[in-house]
């Protein structure tokens, strides 16, 4: 086996793992996980998406909210791991997302904000983002997007506060 089956192989093993750890710590817990998605605006008014690795699928930046974390430090956290911007300041509350099966990993409830940035954009997180592109509002990709996160920026784009 070369080093590269012998990497992807450890990083497929890595991604059942964890899948099945978190499908553990649920039926346990039997508590929602809090996390947040991020609508990153560059100064040029662009909006930043990220392409997931493991499922292909354009996403907001976003993550868990880690023990000892409040909403801020998480949002600048994952700014920084996924996409190597800086946060400049959460400017808006877009909504709060808690239906069971909005993220078909666990049962999860999500605080999405909008989020001044600035800085260049580079993978931080290789083993999670593929990639990371700049959208103009207009050129919004078109195809699905990870979790409920097309609806979440439909929401933004139309101004609202949800909570769901």
Known sequence: MNIFALVAFTIETTRSLWRFGQTVLGVIFRHPVPGTSIIPILPDGRIVLIRRRDNGLWSLPG???????????????????ETGLELV?????????????????????????????????CVQDKMEVMEIQAFS??????????????QQLKDYLKGLTTVS
Do not use: F
């Open 89 to 121: 300041k959460i400017t808006r509350l877009v909504g709060v997302y808690s239906a069971p099966d909005r993220d078909p990993r666990i049962h999860s409830i999500c605080v999405v904000v909008e989020a001044q940035v600035k800085g260049d954009m």
């Open 63 to 81: 993550g868990m909210i880690d023990w000892g974390e409040d909403i801020p430090i998480t949002v600048e956290r994952e700014l920084k791991e």
């Open 137 to 150: 509002l207009d050129c919004l990709p078109n195809e699905p997007m990870s979790h409920d996160h097309a």
